[in-house]
């Protein structure tokens, strides 16, 4: 029997088979054999059980031998142990797996217990109606009750039995006990692969032959699968068992990784996953569909049963060599490469060139066609370094070495960049086939060929260094002879200049000497015009000061007169308002008196008898003109123009009126 899985799984069964209260003899059966451990960090101890501990769930182990971790995978390889081990002890904690070696006297029948995520493969060898005995957790107590079991398993028998023919296969899962009759054979035993998200599984079914990968789940082969083993080329093998970092190792021609990581074994069942790292692509390439995918990073790619990597066979050294660097991933840079290349100028010097070159991949990301591009040239190295360096041979053929020599870095600029409309160097060189591009260029060192080129370009450098010497001592000493000139020509200057200085001094005194003289002799002439001259001044200066007096005084009396005007105006002004407010007040009060004058009349008078006295003079008139016999009049001053027209219309309508009614 084994167990397999857990911690707890393992904890079940070992409680199951050790520690069980029921009467079967478990305990004499598993002491004193031989047992097989394997722990969690996939390590392989054989050796005797002698204890087991029920309550602090341990079992140790005597003469126990360590097998390493052989073929299993893990993070650490461990080779097989030379020394024996008196005692070993063991925690459920710490066992993935147990088994104890079969008994060779067991019989015919073997006792078959999977346990949970366990199965067991049978086939039949005979005709077979799948009569093996499915035994249940209860316990019957043989010797009460033998002669009902045989009933009951002969009415099961004819009642749900389930015809096998020779050849058939077919799963029992666990939990359960199953008892195999002699005509079925016990194929193999299987276990639940527990499977991360990352991790997967290639599985055949033995029927159709088809293959296809388990990802993400805990899964167990059922009677008609089993594990396909995926083969990589060979330089796959290496790339993925080297544990190289992209990054890291990208100048590590072979040999260990400088990151430390040890090279691991590959479990081909297993589906295989590869870490693409960032600013990084893989290709892979599916043989079925006969399509490709490139996934950039940071991502993880898992290959399908019919994909393979897409392996890059890239130049690499100085100068460039074709396949020498072997990657599964493709860069995308910023990165560099350096190169030397041989040059000869159009005067056949012969040159060795160190150039390095920055490159990066301009790719956009979301566009599948733009994506598969970048993976069009095999070897991208070579071809771009081949591409640079026939434009710089061809622009070095056209120039001398001399010239080459001063202008280096601009001619093979110009060579690799190109010229623009502008007459100005570009900024990169693109491949449009795989979307590479070239941003800038250094050369690190240009040396001769041949020893004679280099001899020569020796001696010329010595001899422009000697050049070079002699014009700078004759440029110090002509610098030191113009500086004596100017020395001596200031010199002479100064000597004329105060001489000439000391001629102007002389002319001065001769002149203020003749003009003393005029002084003297003109003193007294010129007094009295000065003389005159003053008083003059002074006689106008007071008319002035006199007008400007007069005109103060006159602006002072305007001012004042003025401000009498207004005050007199002002006066005058209240005045005339004082007056009409009182004759308004007196007007009012007249009026009010007047008002109630006429309202005590009103009310003496009483408006009854006024209204009759108003009416009295026009009713006498009125009976005077109808005791006339007048039917109407027209009083007019005789003054005053009448329209007659209309005052006969209206007497004519007036008496077509009266007639009607």
């Known amino acids: 029997s084994q167990i397999n899985s857990n911690g707890c799984h393992f904890f079940f069964f070992f409680f199951k088979y050790f520690f069980s209260t029921t009467p079967e003899p478990t305990m004499s059966n598993h002491l004193e054999r031989i047992a097989t451990v394997i722990t969690v960090k996939q390590r392989r101890y054989c050796g005797m059980l002698v204890s087991i501990d029920e309550e602090a769930g341990k079992f140790t182990l005597t003469n126990v031998t360590c097998f390493g971790t052989e073929d299993r995978p893990s993070n650490e390889f461990i080779d097989k142990a030379d020394t024996i081990y008196p005692s070993l002890e063991f925690t459920a904690q710490d066992v993935e797996a147990l088994t104890f070696d079969e008994d060779e006297a067991g019989g015919d029948e073997e006792d078959m217990t999977p ?29 009460d009750e033998e002669e009902e079991e045989e009933e009951e398993e002969v009415e099961k028998r004819e009642r749900s039995g389930v015809l096998r023919s020779p050849g058939d296969r077919w799963m029992i899962r666990g939990p359960t006990e199953y008892v195999p009759p002699v005509e079925v054979e016990v194929v193999a035993k299987r276990t639940a692969i527990p499977l991360d998200d990352n991790e997967g599984i290639y599985v055949r079914d033995t029927k159709s032959g088809k293959v296809r990968a388990v990802i993400g789940e805990t899964y167990m082969l059922d009677q008609n699968e089993e594990l396909y083993e995926k083969t990589l080329p060979p330089q796959v093998e290496e ?168 202008n280096s870095a601009r001619i093979i600029r110009a060579s690799v960049f190109g010229i623009n409309d502008d007459g100005k160097v570009r900024d990169k060189f693109a491949f449009d086939t795989n979307k590479l591009t070239i941003t800038s260029i250094d050369i690190q060192s240009a040396e001769p060929v041949d020893q004679r080129t280099r001899d020569a370009l020796q001696k010329s450098v010595q001899l422009a260094i000697e050049i070079t010497t002699n014009s700078q001592e004759a440029t110090a000493r002509h610098e030191a002879e113009r500086r004596e000139q100017e020395a001596k020509g200031a010199l002479e200057r100064q000597k004329i200049d105060d001489e000439a200085a000391a001629e102007e001094s002389k002319k001065s005194l001769l002149e203020l000497q003749a003009l003393s003289a005029a002084v003297e002799s003109t003193g007294q002439a010129k007094a009295e015009a000065e003389s005159r001259k003053e008083a003059s001044i002074i006689e106008g200066q007071a008319a002035v000061k006199q007008a400007e007096l007069k005109v103060q005084a006159l602006k002072i009396e305007s001012e004042g007169e003025l401000e009498r005007l207004e005050k007199a105006r002002k006066a ?58 007048i039917q109407s009049t027209l009083i007019t001053d005789g003054k005053t123009p009448l329209n007659l027209f209309n005052t006969a219309k209206g007497l004519i309508g007036a008496a077509l009126n009266n007639s009607d009614s």
Not at 587 to 608: C, D, G, M, W, Y
Request: charged share 30%; net charge negative; proline share 4%.
């Open 239 to 406: 790339l993925l068992a080297s544990n190289k970092d992209p990054l890291a190792d990208r100048s590590v021609r072979g040999g260990k990784s400088t990151t430390g990581g040890a090279p691991r074994s590959r479990d081909k069942t297993r589906v295989v996953s590869y870490r693409v790292p960032h600013n990084a692509a893989v290709q892979v390439y599916d043989y079925k569909e006969k399509c490709a995918r490139v996934v950039f990073g940071p991502d993880l790619v898992m290959l399908g049963p019919d994909e393979q990597f897409t392996v890059l066979s890239l130049s690499g050294g100085k100068p460039k060599r074709p396949n020498q660097i072997r990657a599964l991933t493709l860069l995308l840079g910023p990165d560099f490469c350096t190169d030397i290349i041989q040059i000869e100028t159009s005067d056949h010097a012969r040159l060795q060139l160190q150039v390095s070159y920055n490159w990066q991949f301009a790719v956009n990301k979301d566009d599948v066609e733009d994506a598969a591009n970048i993976f069009a040239v095999p070897d991208f190295v070579g071809d771009m370094c081949k591409a640079v360096a026939s434009r710089v041979r061809g622009a070095v053929a056209q120039v001398k070495f001399d010239d080459f020599h001063k």
């Open 572 to 629: 005058e002004l209240e005045f005339l308002r004082a007056q009409n407010e009182l004759q308004l007040d007196r007007q009012k009060r007249e009026n009010e008196l007047e008002i109630e004058k006429f309202q005590k009349t009103v009310e003496a008078i009483t408006p009854a008898a006024i209204i009759e006295m108003a009416r009295a003079g026009p009713d006498a008139e009125v009976k005077l003109l109808q005791s006339l016999g």
């Open 115 to 143: 346990g949970i995520n366990e199965g067991t493969k049978m086939e039949a060898e005979d005709k077979d109606d799948d009569e093996g005995e499915l035994e249940s957790d209860v316990e019957v107590d043989e010797e």
